[in-house]
């Protein structure tokens, strides 16, 4: 089913849940929200004489919060593919990351179940200084150094955030960022902020949450590949909440809608 570039982007394009140290505190909230995940059925897939996949559904569940130092998001992704031949199988992901308030450290794990067997982990740590420096435990210890203009995940997502609150421009974003799915690599990420507001159903969003989210696409390029490996569609407020994902590949493209979302309190006094 060809789940290996899912596996390795989903934590990345997950990571819509942000810090922004020039937004008021107020506006950013720490929540816990479930999605649905459905397949697309308008995606005009190319499949020519391949296996694709025909059905997905399952569930997303972000929880994240602000711990007061470091903003930490727990995320666990089930969701029972079908592929064209008729033949099942289930992907149960799970994420971990803690990114300190100013972005100079973090550490991550991920860990990625096919058919309830374990098939890739990976945990580490990275600090930034003159270089970015990363130290991965698991699956192998191995210790790497990259420029110092490599963003990480929370880092770069907050430059998006701050263009996402102001609703009158249209923005065009490129960054190298690296989030620990690829140990040994980091991503190019192109971002297009449109204009499109989008709202939801009120009885899905606590009344402090603020109904008004802005579209948002990202292209993940790998290995300095002039094609994307995934686009990412989102729609997100500007307290960093998002009601919608859409994960789009060359033979597949998966829906996450919100369910529901609770907001957390969490007092830093």
Known sequence: MKLGKFIRFVKMSLLLIIYNNEIDAEE???????YEVTINDDFKRETLGQTYIK?????????????????????????????????????DIYYSLQEKNDSSEMEFFLQVKENNQIINMVN????????????????????????????FPHEHLKIIVSKINDMNERS?????????????????????????IEKVDQKLIDPKVENSFRNVRMAYFENQSETPALELTANINKQGIVSFFQYDYPTYSLKMNLKKVNLKNIDCR
Not at 60 to 68: A, I, K, M, R, V
Not at 124 to 151: M, Q, R
Not at 172 to 178: A, D, H
């Open 28 to 34: 950013l909230k720490s929540y816990e929200s479930i």
């Open 172 to 196: 065009i974003l490129s960054n190298k960022v690296y989030e620990g799915s690829l140990p040994e690599n980091y991503l190019e990420i192109t971002t297009f902020i449109g204009e499109k």
């Open 55 to 91: 059905k997905a559904s399952g569930e997303l569940l972000l929880d994240w919060f602000n711990n007061c130092k470091s903003w930490v998001s727990n995320q666990r992704l089930y969701v029972n593919f079908v592929n064209s031949s008729g033949v099942g199988s289930v992907s």
């Open 124 to 151: 580490g740590k990275a600090k930034k200084g003159n270089e970015v420096t990363v130290d991965i435990l698991n699956p192998k210890k191995k210790s790497l150094s990259f420029p110092a203009n490599i963003l």
